[in-house]
Structure formats: C-alpha cells, structure tokens
C-alpha cells in the first residue's frame, strides 16, 4: 500500500519534468532557428482578420512589402526624391553642377561601400566572426529574403534616406517656419 502511494506522489513530478524539458527543447529550437531575428511576418490567416493592420497601404520600409505593386508607384519615385535631395543638401555648397553631381555620386559609393565592406563583431550577434552590415541586417528578418546583397543595399540606403530627408522636412517644415 505504501509502493502505491509512493507513485501516486512521483507521478507528478516526473510528468512536470517532462514538460519543463518540452519547454527547454522548444526553446532551444526557437532560439537556434530565429536566433537574432526580430522582425518576422505576421501570418497569412491572422493577417486576413483585419488586412488593413498588417499590410501598409501608402509606402514599404524595408523588404517585406517591397514588392506589392500596389506600393510601387509613386510612393517608389517619392522615396528616390527624398534620398536624392539628401545627398543634394548634403553637397549644396558646391556652386559647380557637374562637381556637385561627382560629389552626390562620391557619396553615395561610399555609403555602398561601407555597407558592404564595413564588419561588425558577429560573436556579440550570435553569429560566428564577423559579418558585414548587409548580412547583419539580414539576420533581424526570421524569413529568408529574396533580395541579392546589391538589391539589399539599394533597399537599405533608399529607405534609410528617405526616413531622415523624410525628418528633416517634417521638422523644418514645422518647426523652423521664419516669422
């Protein structure tokens, strides 16, 4: 009688063991799967309850809606005016067209190059040696993307661009009003 009553009492504890090791297993598959991932894309069946909540309607800020035509134009063609007019701000004390033009594409290059060239310590990301900005930035996405590393840099450096020129309006535009 007391065999029994011994088991009654280890049953518990041996099904919470089993399902606290269920937790961990799931866990470490989470973690090793999307180990620095912070951005996933949000369901198609919980995105279809309320479309308008999930899915932007005027313009796309990274890769996940870069391609619904719906966002291609004009929002695309305002995007590249406001990062052209970044750089142009950024070269506007040249007088000379032609060397302000060299200047906006020498700018330009450089961001590219650092883009692609420029490495971070990948052991702090959860990665092995160290990895370019570019495939770090990858690394927040949970879902591979179907961009090449140049489309990826394009990507980055129009919507980085037009966020602050976008900024940078707003702010004078509402802020620096001369009286």
């Known amino acids: ?3 029994g009553g011994n088991d009654d009492k280890q049953a518990p504890k041996i099904l919470t063991k089993t399902i606290g090791e ?11 799967l999307y180990s620095f991932a912070r951005i996933y894309k949000v369901p198609e069946d919980l995105r279809k309850l309320n479309e308008c909540a999930y899915v932007p309607r ?5 890769p996940l809606h870069r391609k619904d035509e719906h966002l291609q134009k004009p929002m695309q063609h305002v995007k590249m005016d406001y990062a052209n007019r970044l750089f142009l701000r950024l070269t506007e004390g040249i007088a000379d067209s032609k ?5 906006k594409d020498e ?8 883009m692609k060239k ?3 310590k990948a052991k702090k990301y959860d990665a092995q040696g160290e990895a370019t900005l570019v495939n770090m930035a990858r690394k927040y996405y949970a ?17 980085g661009c037009f966020i602050l020129e976008l900024l940078y309006v707003y702010y004078h535009t509402n802020y620096c009003q001369v009286t």
């Open 22 to 32: 269920k937790f961990n297993d799931g866990t470490g598959k989470i973690k090793s």
């Open 143 to 159: 879902e591979e993307l179907e961009l090449n590393d140049d489309e990826m840099v394009e990507m980055m450096l129009v919507d």
């Open 1 to 3: 009688m007391s065999q």
């Open 99 to 103: 060397i302000r033009d060299e200047k």
């Open 118 to 120: 420029c490495t971070v």
């Open 107 to 114: 700018l330009i290059q450089e961001c590219v190059e650092k």
């Open 58 to 62: 005027l313009i796309a800020i990274g």
